[in-house]
């Protein structure tokens, strides 16, 4: 006896039982929950007809009569299997039996069906196991049911295009051969494509509005993936081990709360090109995405993590807005640029720990909170020989690093930009004054030039003083003048040293050096007044003047010669009576102490304007 043939004599002798139990309480119609074997014929406490228009198979009857019966539980068509086999029938060795396979015809069948909605006790269909045959075509539907086809195979494409579902959609653990297209589908519970269901054709939910959460969690999208301009409620979780070999498109998205890719490998290209965030990206915890990932212009309200992950191709966060905190640390891997410019950053941006293999721009980026490069808990960067750090017109609150944090390895510095960066003060969080590494805020002076020199491009070729001086502004408002006055001065000697200044700026530049230290030495000075002091006298010495050449002793004639000197030198000194009519006899010696009287005037007011610029 064939399997069909004992399952009709079964069913039947179930449902002459059923007419029975009606027969005796016609007013009792309380719904069946039958076994799947009983699932076959028409059930008596069942009024509906079967949808006209084709020949349904005995599997297809049993589905419609077990809903419209009122069956409440789960319909998995691996319980009539004979022997054990994988529920998802694409698992199935060799050919599926008849009884798992259901056609695409019949599933629109169900979801057309009003009459059948009516009788639903719950608020979803729900079927497991089942083999989808022919394409699904729900395109503008209204299904006033959730729609769960689980763990089953679906042979062609599947369409729910501007479709609308009042309860969650299912495709958990399914595998689709062809296209799934939900564009501008409208869901008021949850889509799940989770549970390493595998899509093999082009996944489309552009434009679609989903009232809670979107879940693909541990499945594989062989071909593009295309959410532009998707509409989120709760969450999107793209996560656990979840595989995306072609482009995953989140163009303009909304999504209400976290975005979540933990774990899962993008291998085409990740565009988020101005979605909104209403909570976190989580992009960590050991994702690989091995293209370009594009975040440019997106709006994130809390948090950007990317601890753990790997980034191969060009990470683009241009302009976009965190309002929380960014964070590339902790074991974060970005072999390619990492391209911040005009990003606006609420909290912190971290980066101690992150592995970076080359350039980071943030040309014109803002830091609400704090820049931390490096502390004692979170460690420094890596950084490659190649890499870059480009902090043109980037402005923080706080910038806190560990001197070594700017460093590839014992004494390569890292290349950057510094031209316009700006800071209010330097130290942090986890900033240790103790530590083996010295923070920026307790470092010597020459390590900070040496910081500025080394990573400013060209420093030696263009001019460009403002690193410096905004460095030793921060450190005099933090109580350190005396490093701030070293920094001033290395500021100067790049600025004299430049190449694009003029030789005429270069010798006054350097006079002002030699003399009064850029203004930043004044005393200084008080060493040439009296070499000039001493070389006055020895020029007395050749004066014919008898008063500068008389025959006292040696020490009262080189007493004269130096009073003779110092009130020459000194312009602002009262002249001591007794040289007033002095003649040295010799034109030349004249010329020489004029001149020594201009070098004096000369130096006084050199002095005079370099204490008044100290004192400023």
Same mark, same amino acid.
């Given at each position: 006896?064939?399997?069909?043939?004992?399952?009709?004599?079964?069913?039947?002798?179930l449902?002459?039982?059923?007419?029975?139990?009606?027969?005796?309480?016609?007013?009792?119609?309380?719904p069946v929950?039958?076994?799947?074997?009983q699932?076959?014929?028409?059930?008596?406490?069942?009024?509906?007809?079967?949808?006209?228009?084709?020949?349904?198979?005995?599997?297809?009857?049993?589905?419609?009569?077990? =809903?419209?019966?009122?069956?409440?539980?789960?319909?998995?068509?691996?319980?009539?299997?004979?022997?054990?086999?994988?529920?998802?029938?694409?698992?199935?060795?060799?050919?599926? &039996?008849?009884?798992?396979?259901?056609?695409?015809?019949?599933?629109?069948?169900?979801?057309?069906?009003?009459?059948?909605?009516?009788?639903?006790?719950?608020?979803?269909?729900?079927?497991?196991?089942?083999?989808?045959?022919?394409?699904?075509?729900?395109?503008?539907? *209204?299904?006033?049911?959730? =729609?769960?086809?689980?763990?089953?195979?679906?042979?062609?494409?599947?369409?729910?295009?501007?479709?609308s579902?009042?309860?969650?959609?299912?495709?958990?653990?399914s595998?689709?051969?062809?296209r799934?297209?939900?564009d501008?589908?409208?869901?008021?519970?949850?889509v799940? =494509?989770?549970?390493?269901?595998?899509f093999?054709?082009?996944?489309?939910l552009?434009?679609?509005?989903?009232d809670?959460?979107?879940?693909?969690?541990?499945?594989?999208?062989?071909?593009?993936?295309?959410?532009?301009?998707?509409?989120?409620?709760?969450?999107?979780?793209l996560?656990?081990?979840?595989?995306?070999k072609?482009?995953?498109?989140?163009?303009?998205?909304?999504?209400?709360?976290?975005?979540?890719?933990?774990?899962?490998?993008?291998e085409?290209?990740?565009?988020?090109?101005?979605?909104?965030?209403?909570?976190?990206?989580h992009l960590?915890?050991?994702?690989?995405?091995?293209?370009?990932?594009?975040?440019?212009?997106?709006?994130?309200?809390?948090?950007?993590?990317?601890?753990?992950?790997?980034?191969?191709?060009?990470?683009?966060?241009?302009?976009?807005?965190?309002?929380?905190?960014?964070?590339?640390?902790?074991?974060a891997t970005?072999?390619?640029?990492?391209d911040?410019?005009?990003?606006?950053?609420?909290?912190?941006?971290?980066?101690?720990?992150?592995?970076?293999?080359?350039?980071?721009?943030?040309?014109?980026a803002?830091?609400?909170?704090?820049?931390?490069?490096?502390?004692?808990?979170?460690?420094?960067?890596?950084?490659?020989?190649?890499?870059?750090?480009?902090?043109?017109?980037?402005t923080t609150?706080?910038?806190?690093?560990?001197?070594?944090?700017?460093?590839?390895?014992?004494?390569?510095?890292?290349?950057?930009?510094?031209?316009?960066?700006?800071?209010?003060?330097?130290?942090g969080?986890?900033?240790?004054?103790?530590?083996?590494?010295?923070?920026?805020?307790?470092?010597?002076?020459?390590?900070?030039?040496?910081w500025?020199?080394?990573?400013?491009?060209?420093? =030696?070729?263009?001019?460009?003083?403002?690193?410096?001086?905004?460095?030793?502004?921060?450190?005099?408002?933090q109580?350190?003048?005396?490093?701030?006055?070293?920094?001033?001065?290395?500021?100067?000697?790049? *600025?004299?040293?430049?190449?694009?200044?003029?030789?005429s700026?270069?010798?006054?530049?350097?006079?002002?050096?030699?003399?009064?230290?850029?203004?930043?030495?004044?005393?200084?000075?008080v060493w040439?007044?009296?070499?000039?002091?001493?070389?006055g006298?020895?020029?007395?010495?050749?004066?014919?003047s008898?008063?500068?050449?008389?025959?006292?002793?040696?020490?009262?004639?080189?007493?004269?010669?130096?009073?003779?000197?110092?009130?020459?030198?000194? &312009?602002?000194m009262?002249?001591?009576?007794?040289?007033?009519?002095?003649?040295h006899?010799?034109?030349?010696?004249?010329?020489?102490?004029q001149?020594?009287?201009?070098?004096?005037?000369?130096?006084?007011?050199?002095?005079?304007?370099?204490?008044?610029?100290?004192?400023?």
């Amino acid at each position: 006896m064939t399997w069909p043939c004992a399952l009709r004599r079964i069913a039947a002798g179930l449902a002459c039982c059923v007419a029975l139990a009606f027969a005796a309480k016609a007013d009792d119609r309380a719904p069946v929950s039958p076994p799947s074997a009983q699932m076959v014929t028409h059930p008596v406490s069942c009024s509906l007809d079967l949808p006209s228009g084709s020949l349904w198979t005995e599997t297809e009857k049993a589905v419609f009569f077990g =809903l419209c019966n009122g069956w409440d539980d789960v319909i998995n068509l691996s319980e009539l299997d004979r022997d054990p086999l994988a529920c998802n029938p694409h698992h199935i060795a060799g050919d599926v &039996p008849a009884h798992r396979v259901l056609s695409g015809r019949f599933i629109e069948a169900l979801a057309k069906n009003r009459a059948l909605h009516e009788t639903l006790t719950r608020s979803f269909i729900r079927i497991e196991c089942a083999k989808i045959r022919g394409t699904i075509n729900l395109d503008y539907l *209204h299904i006033p049911f959730g =729609l769960r086809i689980e763990q089953s195979w679906f042979t062609s494409p599947v369409s729910f295009y501007e479709t609308s579902v009042a309860h969650t959609l299912s495709f958990e653990g399914s595998t689709f051969e062809g296209r799934f297209n939900g564009d501008g589908m409208t869901v008021d519970g949850s889509v799940f =494509l989770r549970g390493g269901a595998t899509f093999k054709g082009e996944v489309k939910l552009a434009y679609a509005d989903i009232d809670l959460t979107l879940e693909a969690d541990g499945s594989t999208f062989e071909k593009p993936v295309n959410f532009e301009r998707i509409k989120v409620g709760d969450y999107i979780f793209l996560r656990n081990g979840a595989t995306f070999k072609g482009e995953v498109k989140l163009l303009n998205a909304d999504i209400g709360g976290n975005l979540e890719t933990i774990r899962s490998t993008f291998e085409g290209p990740f565009d988020g090109n101005g979605m909104r965030v209403g909570g976190s990206a989580h992009l960590k915890g050991g994702a690989t995405f091995k293209s370009n990932v594009r975040l440019d212009h997106a709006r994130i309200e809390r948090n950007l993590e990317t601890d753990g992950s790997t980034f191969e191709g060009l990470f683009n966060g241009s302009g976009m807005r965190v309002g929380g905190s960014m964070y590339l640390r902790r074991g974060a891997t970005f072999e390619g640029r990492v391209d911040l410019t005009i990003a606006r950053i609420g909290h912190f941006l971290q980066l101690g720990g992150g592995r970076f293999h080359d350039e980071i721009d943030m040309t014109g980026a803002s830091i609400g909170g704090e820049l931390l490069l490096s502390s004692t808990r979170f460690g420094k960067p890596q950084w490659n020989e190649d890499a870059r750090l480009i902090l043109r017109n980037v402005t923080t609150d706080i910038l806190q690093a560990e001197m070594h944090a700017w460093k590839s390895g014992e004494d390569s510095w890292i290349a950057g930009d510094l031209a316009g960066f700006r800071y209010d003060r330097l130290g942090g969080l986890h900033a240790d004054s103790d530590s083996d590494n010295p923070n920026m805020a307790n470092a010597d002076a020459s390590a900070l030039i040496a910081w500025i020199r080394a990573t400013q491009p060209d420093d =030696l070729k263009h001019h460009d003083t403002q690193p410096y001086e905004h460095l030793a502004t921060v450190l005099t408002l933090q109580g350190a003048p005396d490093r701030a006055r070293e920094v001033r001065y290395a500021m100067h000697d790049q *600025h004299r040293q430049a190449s694009d200044i003029p030789l005429s700026h270069k010798t006054g530049l350097w006079a002002l050096k030699t003399s009064v230290g850029y203004g930043l030495y004044p005393f200084r000075i008080v060493w040439w007044f009296l070499a000039l002091v001493m070389l006055g006298a020895l020029l007395g010495a050749l004066s014919n003047s008898a008063t500068l050449r008389d025959d006292r002793n040696w020490s009262q004639r080189w007493r004269s010669r130096l009073l003779f000197s110092l009130g020459n030198a000194f &312009p602002l000194m009262s002249p001591i009576k007794r040289f007033d009519d002095i003649e040295h006899g010799s034109d030349t010696i004249e010329l020489l102490f004029q001149l020594q009287r201009l070098l004096g005037f000369v130096i006084a007011t050199i002095f005079v304007g370099a204490l008044t610029l100290l004192a400023i």
